[in-house]
């Protein structure tokens, strides 16, 4: 079993929907992270979070540390969210080593 | 500039040759990685350091090797290239604090043929 599980593993939505992608997670963590990739292959960090919730724009990252899950959701969805998400979990003590998941492949059409 | 710059971009390569992917940042972070992505699987570590003097193998270093030049650079070969290490690799920074998160180069893509 993978220790980072994504859900859907691909998603197809329309413009202007509510999206949620899920993370799960088996180990302990100092922090989850959520990427981006774009179809040209850059990665750029979204968030970083360690408990709650956070927000960027239209993006909400929520994390339960309890339950070892992260959402990450996408309000009024436009073609441009189009991409990878990734979620990775850093490993707990100084080396913070991040363990990736496959990633969920998104497409937002218009 | 980007923060994180990874050279070549593309790289189209005969088995058995040896060749380097170059990275360098301006983020004056101590701590770089080398990854591996390939289709369907998520990043895996293949090498990482936390500065000049530490270098560390990862999960799947095998067939690589690296080279911190500076706190800037870091480096990555692949002494005798096989076809298995068609991938696309990403160069990364941290801080030690973990507070900021990774940033990431905007990768390599790495054809062995």
Redesign the interface.
């Known amino acids: 079993k ?1 220790e ?1 599980e994504q859900s859907p593993q691909n998603l197809t939505a329309q413009e202007g929907e509510f999206i949620t992608i899920n993370c799960s997670y088996s180990v302990g963590i ?2 989850l ?1 959520w ?1 981006q990739q774009h179809p ?6 979204l968030f ?1 979070l360690s408990s709650g919730k956070k927000k960027h724009g239209r993006l909400i990252a929520t994390i339960n540390i309890q339950e070892k899950h992260s959402s990450l959701h996408i309000t009024a969805s436009h073609p441009r969210d189009s991409a990878v998400y ?1 979620c ?1 979990v ?1 490993s707990p003590g ?1 080396a ?8 969920t492949q998104l497409t937002v059409l218009p | 500039d980007a923060d994180v710059t990874q050279t070549p971009r593309n790289r189209i390569t005969k088995t058995g040759k040896r060749i380097m992917l170059e990275c360098s940042q301006t983020k004056g972070h101590d701590r770089m990685y080398w990854y591996r992505q390939d289709p ?6 293949i090498y ?1 350091s936390f500065d000049v003097k530490d270098i560390n193998k ?1 999960e799947i270093s095998d067939g690589y090797s690296v080279s911190r030049q500076a706190q800037a650079k870091f480096s990555l070969s692949l002494e005798s290239a096989i076809p298995n290490q068609t991938a ?1 690799y ?1 160069c ?1 920074t ?1 801080d ?1 604090t ?1 507070a ?8 390599t ?1 790495l054809t062995v043929v």
């Open positions: 993978n980072v100092s922090a992270h990427l040209g292959g850059g990665i750029v960090s970083m990734i990775a850093g100084s913070r080593q991040l363990t990736f998941g496959s990633g | 369907g699987l998520g990043l895996r570590l990482y990862g696309l990403f990364a941290s030690p973990g900021y998160g990774y940033t990431f180069g905007s990768g893509r």
